[in-house]
């Protein structure tokens, strides 16, 4: 059974038009992650929550925000997508986020702007 | 220079081959280290820890030099299904930082 569920899979938006994409999880796990990742290219990291508390990478441009409503549930959201943020983004969970605690991905989301 | 540095390959290699990657990183003070598959359009997967007296798990082999500063993966009798890109993963306190990636293609 998937433990992190991302929602859509595959994301068609026009430019400019806002998309929210979802992760939930079924492991508990107090750390959650959002990740871009382009073609050919590794993950980068866009944002985390620690339990309730956000931290933003110095380098995520404030067209990227995430919200965490409860444990289970986290949602990026891309208020206004431009071509360049045509990407799979990736959700991640951890148990926390130091250690040798292992990260576990979702299927990822597919993001196509038009 | 990269944190962490992998060479993006691609290993083309014939089935039963054995083949070997290594991931450099900067950061002297890393702590964990991870080994991730990632197939084509698909997320990526945990393969193995990295341990420091070196561990396996199968045909997959992977070890630690920290006076070096790298870790590799060596990967024996090469299956077709081992084609997939391999990512190399290292942590400093709370910071994970990923490899770029090296891609591996087994050929019948």
């Known amino acids: 059974d998937a433990m992190v569920i991302q929602n859509p899979r595959y994301q068609v938006t026009q430019f400019g038009k806002p998309v929210t994409l979802s992760c939930s999880q079924t492991?508990?796990?107090?750390?959650m992650y959002w990740y871009q990742q382009k073609s050919s290219q590794a993950p980068k990291l866009l944002f985390h929550?620690?339990?309730?508390?956000?931290?933003n990478e110095a380098d995520t441009p404030d067209n990227f925000q995430s919200r965490r409503p409860n444990t289970s549930f986290c949602f990026l959201d891309i208020r206004s997508p431009g071509l360049g943020d045509a990407a799979m983004y990736l959700c991640?969970?951890?148990?926390?986020?130091?250690?040798?605690?292992?990260?576990?991905f979702g299927a990822g989301s597919r993001l196509t702007v038009l | 220079r990269k944190e962490v540095e992998q060479d993006p390959g691609p290993f083309n290699v014939p089935e039963g081959a054995t083949v070997a990657f290594n991931c450099t990183y900067s950061?002297?003070?890393?702590?964990?280290f991870f080994w991730y598959r990632q197939d084509c359009r698909k997320e990526p997967k945990l393969l193995m820890s990295v341990y420091s007296s070196g561990n396996e798990d199968g045909r997959f082999t992977a070890q630690l030099n920290r006076a070096s500063q790298y870790i590799s993966l060596l990967i024996r009798d090469s299956k077709l299904s081992d084609s997939a890109t391999y990512l190399c993963?290292?942590?400093?306190?709370?910071?994970?930082?990923f490899g770029g990636g090296t891609r591996l293609m087994v050929k019948p």
């Open positions: 950061n002297s003070a890393s702590q964990s």
């Open positions: 492991l508990n796990h107090n750390v």
């Open positions: 929550y620690y339990d309730k508390d956000f931290n």
């Open positions: 991640a969970t951890s148990r926390d986020p130091a250690g040798a605690n292992v990260l576990t």
């Open positions: 993963v290292v942590r400093a306190g709370n910071m994970l930082t």
